[in-house]
């Protein structure tokens, strides 16, 4: 299986820092060019399956990027983690705000949850039941997810066998490309994050305009 990851587009609130987690926000302007970037860029790939998670800002990256040829199927188990009562407040609010819980969260996350929200360890429990599915299920296919940074780092981990708690040591940007191959040997990653193309494709859009 060749197993794509993609970030969705910019939203207002990845500009203003804030934590969005299960929140529904859409894609801003930028966000919307950066999709159809990320189209052109995976124009050459023959995708059997995309796989979206149901929050509006994955779910019309995908849409761009399906450009009507391909159903894109949504899974609440790409949904970005939960982080309840922070969510819409930058660190800093947090930080004020939550002191106590923040410290928990950043000293353990996998067992500490934001306020209402979700651990690191029920993340990636669904994450796992995620990954599980598409390696039952689509061997020798050509598979795109477009989900969210931090449910993304949680399923390299899982592919790669390291603990969850290094998900952090793995940068996924915004509208950013990266994928995975697995073997029955194991998992192998071809590429990681990967925005380089995708500004050389909004440039040329620009001065196509």
Not at 22 to 37: C, D, F, H, V, Y
Not at 89 to 95: C, G, P, Q, R
Not at 149 to 173: D, E, H, K, R
Not at 201 to 207: D, E, Q, V, Y
């Amino acid at each position: 299986m060749k197993l794509f990851l993609v970030r969705h587009g910019q939203t207002d609130w990845n500009l203003a820092q804030r934590f969005q987690g299960q929140s529904n926000i859409p894609l801003n302007e930028t966000g919307r060019q950066q999709a159809m970037a990320l189209a052109d860029r995976l124009a050459g790939e023959r995708f059997d399956i995309i796989y979206s998670s149901g929050l509006q800002r994955a779910h019309e990256t995908a849409n761009i990027i399906a450009r009507g040829k391909i159903e894109v199927q949504t899974d609440a188990r790409l949904r970005e983690v939960d982080f309840g009562d922070w969510q819409g407040l930058t660190y800093n609010a947090i930080k004020e705000s939550h002191p106590e819980a923040l410290r928990a969260w950043e000293n353990d996350a996998y067992r500490n949850a934001p306020p209402n929200g979700e651990t690191l360890g029920e993340l990636t429990m669904r994450v796992q039941s995620m990954l599980n599915h598409l390696l039952e299920n689509c061997q020798g296919r050509n598979v795109l997810l477009v989900a969210h940074g931090g449910m993304l780092q949680s399923l390299v981990c899982l592919a790669l066998n390291l603990p969850s708690t290094m998900y952090w040591q793995f940068q996924i940007s915004v509208a950013s490309v990266s994928q995975i191959a697995f073997y029955p040997a194991g998992a192998i990653v071809n590429l990681w994050n990967d925005t380089s193309r995708l500004f050389e494709t909004s440039s040329a859009r620009k001065a196509g305009d």
